[in-house]
């Protein structure tokens, strides 16, 4: 089943588009039939945008003229009201004509604009002379036309809804609401599927028009404003649009009823839903198009803001301020409720009204200091949060809101402080303050309690009908959520995509703009597929480990560690996974993390074990309990089977050797595949039983392992996934051939020339050379005879060696009457192929900002860091094709830098940007990119230190001093940033010298 990345529930997509059923062309003309034989000669089919009227109007037309009918069609719809009139009575003068002699004329109509009633007096006279000739009439019209019925004489108005889809009985169809539009769109994002089409663009596009066109300009400004509070709000009960828009009443929510599908009125059951808006990220997605609607109608964004906090709705509120944040009103109103915004992830926002709050007036500066607590719970480094912690413990005047406000404050530092492995104070419950937030909270604190102290099966029981996990509605409901997934992953579950999926947490971290919360996802998704799947490649473990030091989560760097160790260990690094190991050790006793303390000394003795030490029978531990028990008792199997005793049974203090532990799973994958003849050794002396039961859970777990997000995919795996060529190269990051997901040690190719001669093979353009190309690049200025010789010796090897299939044929082809040397591009795959594929595709989907990120991010996963330069070329070849991957991962960083700025995911900005000056420093553009959302984030130093960077490279360089754009955009950032500072006092300050932005 394909997964549409729009929606948050697959099985909601996938069942609409199984339950529904368009009305096909015979059907629509079966309708047509009856009309026609009831001898209607004008008829009227009035709806909104997207119920098919065009199409029905094109059947009709086909329908018409295979039966010999004449036809005329008009489209009025980029006709100006001025002219309307006079074009439609010039049309119906040649209709008229053309009838003369003929016995069948039908008139299509489509697309006719709101007028004045002169207008459509006209357009009713042409009509019924166009009817009195014999013609028969169909027009099309939108709501806002219906002043043209009037004009008419006797028109049949046709029920608009039999153009739209059937759903079966008791079946929804939340996602459309039966709108051709919609359906045709979101079938066309499963055809094409998650290879062609990562970002379901054509349904999101699709509901981008519909939103556009249900607050047109033509309707009246009671409609737009009623449709507009439908439209924020997604869905629930009429009451809360009539309170909202009191001129709304029974008739108009009828006519939209009738009308206007996309809205999911229902006046019998006063309520309604909106297609596809009730879903957040869907919603979040056309936010241009309600900002624009937001503009002139604030004071029902306003009141639509205020419905929502009530209702409890806190993440889709945020979204509802941030399309009116310029109104005061709006900010005064956000910094009421900063805290329910920060736990909604809306960080960004509260961030900016602290900047802006007034400083003469207390009651604000209160609510700043509690919303800037809120803010550093999240985000900031330990420090500055415990520093307001004090400063708030200070306050003695609050009102109940307040109190409420530092309850959640207090909630989100006890998260915090378990993920720094600090005592937390206990937090009794109060009926009165608590909300479902804080409820959310407290669940993910039990559940990330036992999962710290390694009690997987606690905390998938606390957490298997918990709704909140599912809710993905805020930090909280996203925290619970990841909770899950670990549990789910360390008992070898496969876990299942849902409403709740891991998807979608990454996407609330990433928009709160926390790059805390987003380094402990996603370095928790790549840890959790080394520890129960084959993965040897930990992505960006040291940054992520970096980032978590300066805010002092040591427990998730333990954790990382331990999985890092593991990896290196897969992939025969010692020395690395054993300073891993300790560091993970030595980080897991301060933060009195007993669990991983022992799984950080198991995976030490693994390393040792498969380094050939015979490890010490006698295990030394701290902590104590049935988990860590558990450990201690596979770290003296282990013992045993490092000293190749497998006669002798093992001594289990807390296992049992009639059943296995799901939660030693991990540990089991670690023993029985990663500690050479040690493992061989394990798998003798463990309890049979354990090495079939534990064999399958973790098979099911590595057949899924590559099912995760998209963006955090790591191609840096050599692992063979389903559908690869047998050979793979990678010349990006590091050098290496893999021939079906098995690494070619450096030494198989030969001498270097053979490791050379690929590597140009693979860095080349068709991945095609002439010989006396490749004898230039790699052997200089030899002649062309000896050169030849020498080229013929290292094919025969580099042939020799990549060899696939049972036919044994090599993947390097040789033309003797071509004279080229080239790779079989049927058995190989280069990963600089995939990265110009993403680059190019991301930099040719501008308009679709969604895409561009994702395609960007694969882009800079594949670049890892840049090509491997391992050939001395002098030709100069290989540099300049190496000067033209490195300008375009610039280009494209800066491309997703710019789409993820305008998705409101600044801190992937600020990262994509800053890749894009590491190639190139003097790049203006990135380094645009790059303040602006640095400023965004508050980040004032290191705006600072970006621009110094870039003065001090352009004035050694070019003599130069930034251009005024460049100045410009620092003074901006800075001042987003709440700094005072500006680019020209930045200027006239000695480096180190400024101690506002440090």
């Avoid at 028009?209 to 509070?229: G, Q, T």
């Avoid at 008992?491 to 979608?504: D, H, I, Q, T």
């Avoid at 990006?732 to 590597?759: H, K």
Wanted: hydrophobic share 40%; charged share 25%; with cysteine.
């Amino acid at each position: 089943m394909l997964v549409h990345p729009a929606i948050d529930c697959e099985e909601d997509a996938y069942s609409e588009l199984r339950t529904c059923a368009l009305p096909t062309r015979n059907e629509l003309m079966g309708a047509w039939s009856n009309v026609v034989s009831s001898r209607e000669k004008v008829i009227v089919v009035c709806g909104d945008a997207g119920v098919g009227k065009t199409f029905f109007l094109d059947c009709i037309s086909a329908h018409e003229r295979s039966i010999g009918a004449g036809i005329k069609t008009i489209s009025l719809k980029k006709c100006d009201e001025n002219e309307l009139g006079q074009r439609f009575v010039r049309f119906s003068r040649e209709t008229v004509q053309q009838s003369e002699g003929s016995p069948r004329i039908t008139v299509c109509v489509d697309d006719v604009p709101a007028a004045d009633e002169r207008s459509y007096s006209r357009i009713g006279r042409a009509v019924k002379k166009m009817s009195n000739a014999g013609c028969t009439v169909v027009i099309a019209l939108r709501p806002e036309c219906e002043g043209l019925l009037d004009a008419l004489e006797n028109p049949f108005v046709m029920d608009m809804h039999r153009l739209l889809a059937r759903a079966l009985p008791g079946q929804g169809a939340g996602l459309t609401n039966g709108i051709p539009k919609l359906i045709a769109a979101l079938r066309s994002d499963y055809e094409v599927g998650d290879q062609i089409d990562r970002g379901g663009h054509t349904y999101r596009e699709a509901i981008r028009e519909m939103v556009s066109d249900a607050v047109r300009d033509s309707l009246p400004n009671e409609d737009i404003e009623l449709r507009l509070s439908l439209l924020l709000l997604g869905s629930g009960s009429l009451d809360d649009s009539v309170r909202i828009c009191q001129h709304a009443d029974e008739e108009s929510l009828s006519i939209l009823e009738r009308e206007a599908p996309f809205f999911g009125v229902s006046v019998a059951d006063s309520s309604f839903h909106v297609a596809g808006l009730s879903d957040l990220e869907v919603f979040h997605e056309c936010r241009q198009e309600i900002a624009e609607a937001c503009a002139s109608a604030e004071y029902i964004a306003l009141n639509v803001a205020d419905t929502l906090w009530r209702r409890g709705e806190y993440r889709r509120m945020g979204f509802v301020l941030d399309a009116i944040h310029d109104s005061a009103l709006a900010m005064s109103f956000a910094s009421r409720h900063g805290v329910d915004l920060v736990c909604a992830g809306h960080t960004s926002l509260v961030s900016r009204l602290v900047r802006l709050s007034d400083p003469n007036d207390d009651a604000a500066q209160q609510r700043a200091l509690i919303n800037s607590l809120a803010v550093a719970e999240i985000s900031a480094k330990r420090d500055e949060a415990i520093s307001l912690r004090e400063s708030c413990g200070a306050l003695t005047k609050t009102d109940a809101y307040e109190r409420s406000a530092l309850r959640h404050a207090a909630m989100l530092g006890a998260c915090r402080e378990l993920m720094a492995g600090h005592r937390i104070a206990r937090i009794r419950r109060n009926p009165n303050l608590d909300d479902d937030q804080i409820e959310l909270m407290y669940d993910h604190l039990h559940a990330a309690k036992y999962i710290v102290d390694g009690k997987f099966l606690a905390g998938f029981d606390a957490l298997l009908d918990n709704p909140g996990r599912k809710r993905m509605d805020g930090i909280p409901s996203a925290m619970l959520a990841d909770d899950f997934y670990i549990c789910e992953m360390m008992l070898g579950e496969v876990p299942v995509r849902n409403g709740g999926g891991a998807g979608s947490s990454l996407e609330v971290f990433t928009e709160c703009g926390s790059g805390r919360l987003a380094s402990i996802h996603l370095g928790m998704r790549s840890a959790l597929r080394i520890l129960m799947g084959r993965v040897t490649n930990f992505p960006e473990v040291e940054k992520i480990v970096t980032r978590l030091g300066s805010t002092e989560d040591l427990v998730p760097q333990s954790a990382f560690l331990i999985a890092a160790a593991v990896a290196d260990l897969r992939m025969k690094a010692y020395a690395s996974a054993s300073v891993r190991a300790k560091r993970a050790a030595s980080l897991a006793r301060d933060a009195s993390a007993d669990y991983l303390l022992a799984a950080a000394s198991l995976v030490a003795d693994a390393i040792e074990a498969a380094a050939g030490t015979e490890l010490e029978g006698k295990v030394r531990s701290r902590g104590s309990g049935p988990a860590i028990g558990a450990l201690n008792d596979l770290r003296r199997m282990l013992a045993q089977a490092s000293r190749g005793d497998t006669s002798s049974p093992v001594r289990f203090d807390v296992l049992q050797r009639s059943t296995c532990s799901r939660e030693i799973l991990w540990a089991l994958n670690l023993l029985l595949n990663d500690c050479g003849q040690a493992s061989r050794n394990v798998r003798s002396i463990m309890p049979a039983n354990w090495v079939r039961y534990s064999s399958n859970l973790l098979g099911a777990m590595n057949e899924c392992q590559d099912q995760g997000d998209r963006p955090e995919r790591s191609y840096g795996e050599s692992d063979k996934e389903k559908g690869d060529k047998p050979v793979r190269i990678r010349a990006l990051g590091t050098f290496s051939v893999a021939i079906d997901g098995r690494e070619l040690p450096v030494s198989a190719l030969g001498a270097r020339r053979g490791r050379n001669l690929v590597y140009a093979l693979a860095l080349t353009r068709g991945h095609s050379l002439a010989k006396r190309e490749a004898i230039n690049m790699i052997w200089g200025d030899y002649d062309y005879s000896t050169g030849n010789q020498k080229l013929y010796e290292t094919v025969c090897l580099a042939r020799k060696i990549l060899r696939v299939g049972d036919d044994r044929e090599s993947v390097i082809l040789t033309g003797r009457s071509s004279g080229r040397i080239a790779l079989d591009m049927t058995k190989v795959t280069v990963d600089v192929d995939e990265f110009e594929a993403r680059a190019n595709d991301a930099l040719s989907s501008e308009g679709m900002d969604r895409s561009v990120v994702a395609l960007a991010s694969e882009a800079r996963d594949i670049y890892s860091g840049g090509v491997a330069e391992m050939i001395d070329d002098p030709s100069g070849a290989i540099e300049s094709r190496i000067e033209a991957l490195t300008t375009l991962h610039a280009d494209v960083m800066v491309a997703g830098a710019k789409a993820a700025l305008r998705e409101g995911k600044t801190y992937l900005s600020s990262q994509l940007s800053g890749e894009a000056l590491k190639d190139d420093s003097l790049r203006e553009d990135a380094l645009l990119q790059y303040v602006t959302a640095l400023g965004v984030l508050g980040r004032t130093a290191e705006i600072v230190t970006a621009y110094r960077r870039y003065k001090d490279a352009l004035v050694h360089k070019y003599h130069a001093m930034p251009s005024a754009p460049v100045r410009k955009s620092v003074d901006e950032a800075l001042e987003h940033s709440g700094s005072s500072l500006t680019a020209a006092r930045v200027d006239g300050v000695a480096v180190g010298g400024d101690e506002e932005a440090s």
